[in-house]
């Protein structure tokens, strides 16, 4: 995340968090689709781009060894503070800061929506070295023209390809096994992608 859309973020924060700070305000398929993915999920989690942590503490009551990380200094206080039990640290997305091949998963949430091409490329590579093979990545995002920038309320964002999506999964060393989407009246599209770290020898069964 450039340092720009941190400092938006911050700026906003209180904002964010009164808006859309709860679980609970999420759309039930949201829902549905985070918690069967994270009960799948073996080993370490990071919530990457945790925000104000709701989703992080959602994943913690499922069971999940899980921690956020997030740009956004205003965002990591908050979470500490709302959700004690929960480690939260200030981490970017071009480093995790674990050993490769720590992780169980990785969910990444709406959150690199925000990237550039280049950065989106980087965050992907960097969460290929950090998940074991066999383990997860669940993504979320906005579908559309890929890499068409939209004005969202914070910041500008970019729309992004399920099908562009799955070859730099490719390339990062990651297999789609699934693909959701929905679209809701009055709604910019909405897509989630479940992705499988694969090891060095395994064949990409999608091409």
């Known amino acids: 995340m450039k340092s ?30 985070i918690g069967r993915w994270a009960q799948a999920v073996r080993g370490p989690v990071i919530d990457a781009g945790c925000g104000p942590g709701h989703w ?8 999940a060894d899980v921690q ?35 992780l169980g998963g990785v969910l990444a949430w709406y959150s690199l929506i925000h990237l550039s091409p280049h950065d989106l490329e980087a965050a992907l590579d960097e969460f290929g070295r950090s998940i074991a093979p066999g383990g997860s990545l669940l993504l979320g995002f906005f579908e559309g023209p890929d ?35 929905r679209s809701d009246p009055g709604a910019r599209s909405q897509a989630g992608i479940i992705a499988c770290r694969i090891g060095p020898e395994e064949p990409d069964n999608t091409k």
Do not use: W
């Open 147 to 181: 890499g068409a920038p939209f004005a969202h309320a914070v910041a500008t964002a970019y729309f992004l390809s399920p099908e562009v999506m799955a070859d730099r999964l490719a390339r990062a060393g990651f297999q789609v096994r699934e693909v959701c989407r």
């Open 56 to 63: 992080t503490d959602f994943l913690k009551g499922l069971g």
């Open 68 to 102: 956020g990380i997030d740009l956004v200094q205003v965002f990591v206080e908050h979470a500490r503070s709302r959700f004690p039990d929960v480690p939260f640290r200030v981490a970017s997305f071009a480093d995790l800061g674990v050993p490769d091949g720590h």
């Open 4 to 33: 720009d859309v941190g400092a938006a973020y911050s700026n906003r924060a209180a904002e964010y968090v009164a808006l859309f700070g709860e679980v609970e305000r999420a759309h039930e398929q949201d829902r549905e689709l």
